[in-house]
């Protein structure tokens, strides 16, 4: 009997979505690539006795209504917080942000009183805007031209910002419309304190922190929760893979067919053609991938508006984004603050200035590969002896800006060289504790997770693909342009991150199309 609905892709919102149909009553199947679930958020062994997530790093935007409504916690998986948000060394010192206000507070008059004052009504600022795209990531963005469904979801949204009070207003435009750089220069004076919130501007965008709209993607990094703590960064007991294993669990539960090692070769409306060349139909497909590998790869053109394929062609996709894993024997030294604590176990950053993240940027631009690249590390076996051995670390080095049309074949051991050059510069020793590592350049993100151009979020998370606009205006509704069609990864509302909102979006708009209502 043929299912109901195929998802194409095991990543974590294909699973998320296949749960949500599935506890409909529907009969999901969902097919994948590689041999095991969950995509990018996934957790492996990168060296005998070392284990880290690969690509994926981090928790604090997975949904807690996901968590809640599939059992997550049910099936094994815990989350903790860090105990402070980051660390970032600089010239003769450090700053430490996170813990209490006060505490944090006190770090900032290190460097400027003024600043310090200022930090109290910035996060109130940041967390009223914020609060705005709590409130929309759960929902289905209205299409541009559409009927009277979507004239209702313009005018909710519209309710919802007359609520703010006009000052409020002014600063969700500034959001949308300028640089990280001026947002925060209009708050704050030091550059340290500057780096640390920019940082979030640059995280898998391949853009200057001076560009327009990179103030949207650090709101876009603060719309998240740990356990219930607004805005906080965690971890995942077990890695990222643990989130994967456990939503795979709670669909085989529910009786989703799982079937990994199961390359799809192309994509029709009702139909999906295997790499071996058999046929599955359905009543509905819904593809877990970056739209452009969709619509211009895994489909025939021909069965597409010429003018839809001429904009995805344009459709922009590619981070710079370049991901390492290494295995160490002991936690690294920072000159600045040599002794283990709590700034072990937080997200360390690499790159103290705006000015230092500019320069990575126009470097790759220019040359392919930035001089000092913008790396942040993240050590979860601090929090997490499960993935090292007694004694030993993984860490996880997240790096920006590496062009994604750069030869990797070529330059990929320059790229790791330059990586570990700035992480000696401010942890001398680190590379005589290296045991193992692993490294994944764009185009090894692509070619092993299907993220074109190494794009993390899955396009771009710009002005012109937010919203009703992602990934296309007319198309932010989860359908795609050929009926019984769909779209619930990261390049749909409300864009990337392990947030599981897209997978349960479009669980949403199948059943809604299907005859059914969302279970829960």
Request: aromatic share 8%.
């Amino acid at each position: 009997m043929n299912p109901d609905v195929i998802v194409v892709g095991a990543g974590h919102n294909g699973l998320v979505c296949a749960c949500y149909l599935a506890q409909a009553g529907l009969k999901v199947k969902v097919l994948e690539r590689r041999s095991v679930v969950g995509g990018a958020a996934v957790t492996e062994e990168f060296h005998p006795g070392f284990r880290n997530s690969v690509a994926a790093y981090t928790v604090s935007l997975l949904q807690a209504k996901v968590i809640r409504e599939l059992r997550l916690a049910e099936h094994g998986l815990r989350i903790v917080e860090r105990p402070i948000a980051n660390f970032l060394p600089v010239d003769g010192g450090y700053l430490k942000v996170g813990g209490a206000l006060e505490a944090t507070q006190r770090e900032v008059a290190k460097f400027s009183a003024r600043d310090a004052g200022q930090l109290a009504d910035y996060y109130q600022s940041i967390e009223r805007l914020a609060d705005v795209l709590r409130a929309t990531v759960l929902e289905t963005p209205p299409n541009v031209g559409g009927g009277i469904t979507d004239l209702f979801r313009a005018l909710k949204f519209g309710g919802k910002l007359r609520r703010l009070d006009i000052e409020s207003q002014r600063d969700l435009l500034e959001l949308f419309t300028r640089s990280a750089g001026e947002l925060l220069g209009r708050w704050f004076e030091s550059e340290p304190i500057k780096a640390v919130f920019g940082f979030d501007a640059v995280v898998g965008n391949y853009a200057s922190p001076f560009h327009p709209g990179t103030a949207y993607v650090l709101l876009h990094h603060c719309f998240g929760e740990v356990n219930g703590k607004r805005g906080a960064w965690g971890h995942a007991i077990g890695g990222m893979g643990a989130i994967s294993d456990a939503l795979a669990a709670e669909a085989r539960r529910l009786g989703v067919e799982i079937a990994c090692d199961t390359p799809v070769a192309r994509v029709h409306a009702n139909t999906v053609v295997l790499g071996n060349g058999k046929e599955l139909a359905a009543r509905a497909v819904v593809a877990n991938v970056n739209p452009k590998l969709l619509y211009l790869k895994l489909m025939d053109r021909s069965e597409l508006p010429a003018e839809f394929v001429a904009r995805m062609e344009r459709y922009k996709c590619g981070s710079a984004s370049f991901r390492m894993n290494v295995a160490l024997a002991e936690l690294p030294r920072f000159s600045c603050l040599p002794d283990s604590g709590p700034h072990h176990a937080s997200g360390i950053i690499l790159a103290p200035s705006l000015g230092y993240m500019d320069r990575a940027y126009l470097e790759a631009r220019s040359g392919g590969i930035a001089n000092q690249p913008i790396v942040e590390m993240v050590i979860p076996s601090t929090l997490d002896d499960s993935l090292a051995p007694t004694g030993a670390h993984v860490a996880s080095l997240f790096c920006q800006h590496f062009a994604p049309d750069a030869d990797w074949n070529l330059r990929k051991d320059e790229a790791v060289g330059r990586i570990l050059d700035v992480v000696e510069s401010h942890a001398p020793g680190f590379r005589n504790s290296i045991v193992g590592q692993s490294a994944l350049s764009p185009a090894d993100l692509e070619r092993e997770f299907g993220l074109v151009g190494g794009d993390i979020f899955h396009g771009a998370l710009s002005l012109d693909q937010l919203w009703s606009a992602r990934p296309l205006l007319g198309h932010a509704d989860y359908r795609g342009p050929v009926k019984g069609l769909y779209l619930c990864g990261a390049g749909a509302h409300p864009g990337g991150g392990v947030t599981g909102a897209p997978g349960h979006n479009c669980a949403r708009e199948v059943l809604r199309d299907l005859g059914k209502r969302m279970p829960v």
